[in-house]
């Protein structure tokens, strides 16, 4: 299937809500009721919903405006189902290609405000093989015996609380789902993931804690991930980075389009007005 620059955007934003739906789903019992972990289909879009881990990475709505064009009382239903579920901090995606164009500054006028990192980068590619990517670290499918300790590298290395270690463990061996560790000889020093439904992909939770980063582990983890799914029939293969702050470096974005991945959406982040 090809896709033209708004099918491309729009289907980048669907296969992302898709894979958070299904990371929140597979959240163990006991988080979902510590945090308040919920996710919805409403008024076109996906809201992820976890109060108790207040970071806009988990509070956070995709998707509104692109089914059909959104309406003021769209807006009022998802700030109804934050407030209901007691997110105090929560972003607004929008996508460029969404409607109705006038929506960003609508939101404005309500209160929203441009996050400090603005805009996430959506990137999609296809079935071209990715780079060769050498490191001296190793990067592979993680065993089992590697999952607690690859998910608490991937904790450590994005800043999350620990418990989040076993909200990731469980998508080992979850339908649609693959781990990968990174390794030095004998230690985990990071990993990453894949989820595949039909022939979409998505990579996330890609990163390798401070002391093993710029040694090539990022990108030959990136590549990895991407032979997988197009081995596994994958055609378009999604994820996303924030989009730099003035002059600052973002390896992220570079090794995304050193694998092959193009910006299909420059996609604005709206965080809502305090209650």
């Given at each position: ?5 708004q ?9 992302e ?9 597979a959240?163990?019992?006991s ?9 919805q289909?409403?008024?076109g879009a996906?809201?992820l ?9 988990f509070n ?13 009382a ?6 109804q ?7 105090a901090?929560?972003?607004l ?5 969404a ?9 404005q ?10 805009r ?19 990067v ?11 998910t ?7 800043g ?23 390794t ?18 998505w ?7 401070e002391?093993h980063?710029r040694?090539?582990?990022?990108g030959?983890l ?14 378009h ?39």
């Amino acid at each position: 299937m090809n896709l033209d620059g708004q099918s491309a955007a729009v289907h980048a934003d669907s296969v992302e809500a898709a894979a958070y739906s299904d990371l929140f789903d597979a959240a163990p019992a006991s988080l979902k009721a510590r945090l308040g972990i919920d996710v919805q289909q409403h008024v076109g879009a996906t809201p992820l919903i976890a109060p108790g881990l207040p970071t806009p990475m988990f509070n956070r709505a995709i998707g509104l405006g692109l089914a059909a064009a959104a309406s003021d009382a769209d807006v009022d239903a998802l700030v109804q189902v934050y407030a209901k579920a007691g997110s105090a901090t929560w972003w607004l995606h929008w996508n460029p290609f969404a409607e109705p164009t006038t929506m960003p500054e609508l939101l404005q006028h309500r209160g929203f405000t441009l996050a400090s990192r603005r805009r996430w980068a959506k990137m999609l590619r296809g079935t071209q093989p990715p780079p060769t990517i050498h490191t001296d670290l190793n990067v592979v499918p993680a065993r089992d015996d590697d999952v607690a300790p690859v998910t608490s590298a991937i904790a450590q290395a994005f800043g999350m609380p620990p418990f989040m270690a076993d909200w990731l463990a469980a998508l080992h061996g979850r339908p649609r789902w693959r781990v990968y560790a990174v390794t030095d000889e004998q230690r985990v020093v990071g990993g990453g993931c894949l989820f595949v439904d039909g022939d979409n992909a998505w990579l996330g939770m890609g990163s390798v804690v401070e002391s093993h980063r710029r040694r090539g582990a990022q990108g030959a983890l990136m590549a990895l991930r991407i032979a997988d799914a197009i081995a596994a029939g994958c055609e378009h293969i999604v994820t996303e980075t924030g989009e730099a702050i003035a002059d600052e470096p973002n390896p992220s974005l570079a090794n995304m389009k050193r694998c092959g991945f193009a910006t299909v959406a420059s996609r604005f982040n709206f965080e809502a007005p305090k209650r």
